[in-house]
C-alpha cells in the first residue's frame, strides 16, 4: 500500500515539474473583442421589430480590421436584398393566386415585384446600427498570427420598405396597364390597396 502511494505521489511530482503545455498548433483563442458578450443578432441575417427591419452581416478571419467591417457591410447588404426578396415573394404569391393568374403570370408578377422593390429602396443609405469585432490569436509552425472576424447589424425603417413597396405596385400597376395585361394591373392595385 505504501509502496501503491509513494508511486502516485512521484507521478504527481513529476507532472508537476513538466511545466507548462505548449499550444497546439491551429488552436484560437479571442485576445480582444468590441463588447463584453456576444450579440445575438450575429448569427441572424435578418429580424424585424415594429418600426425596423434589421439586416445583418458578418465575415470571418479577415486580416485588416477597416476591411472585415466593410465585408461585413457588404454581406449585410446581401442579406437585405436576400430577406427583402423573400418577404416581397410571400405576399406578392398570397396576392397573385387570388388575381387569377396563371402560373407563369404570377412568376412574372412576383419576379417584377421584387424587382421595383429592390430597386425603390435605397440600400445604400441603409442605417449602421451596431458594429462587432474579435481579435484571434491562432498558433502557427512559426509563432502566432493575428486576425478579426467582424459582424455588421444595419436597419431599414418599416414605413422606408411600405413606401418602396408601394412605388413598386404602383409602378407595376402603370407598366402592366401599357402593355395592356389587365389581370396583372388589377393584381397589383388589389395588392396596393390591401397594404394601404
Do not use: H
Request: glycine residues 6%.
Amino acid at each position: 500500500m505504501m509502496r501503491i502511494v509513494a508511486m502516485f505521489s512521484l507521478l504527481a511530482i513529476l507532472a508537476s515539474c513538466a511545466g507548462p503545455k505548449q499550444p497546439v498548433v491551429g488552436s484560437q483563442r479571442v485576445v480582444e473583442r468590441s463588447a463584453e458578450k456576444r450579440p445575438e443578432w450575429i448569427t441572424v441575417p435578418y429580424f424585424e421589430d415594429n418600426e425596423i427591419m434589421y439586416f445583418s452581416g458578418g465575415v470571418r478571419g479577415v486580416a485588416d480590421y477597416a476591411l472585415g467591417l466593410r465585408q461585413a457591410k457588404a454581406e449585410a447588404v446581401k442579406n437585405i436584398a436576400e430577406s427583402i426578396a423573400a418577404k416581397v415573394r410571400t405576399e406578392f404569391t398570397q396576392a397573385a393566386r387570388g388575381a387569377n393568374l396563371d402560373e407563369e403570370d404570377i412568376g412574372r408578377f412576383v419576379q417584377d415585384g421584387i424587382a421595383m422593390i429592390t430597386d425603390n429602396i435605397n440600400i445604400q443609405g441603409m442605417l449602421p446600427a451596431e458594429t462587432y469585432y474579435e481579435k484571434i490569436e491562432q498558433v502557427t509552425d512559426y509563432g502566432v498570427k493575428y486576425f478579426y472576424d467582424c459582424y455588421a447589424l444595419y436597419q431599414l425603417p418599416r414605413k422606408d420598405y411600405e413606401l418602396a413597396r408601394k412605388r413598386a405596385l404602383e409602378d407595376m400597376a402603370k407598366k402592366y396597364r401599357e402593355e395592356n395585361n389587365k389581370k396583372a394591373e388589377e393584381a397589383a392595385l388589389k395588392l396596393l390597396e390591401k397594404m394601404e
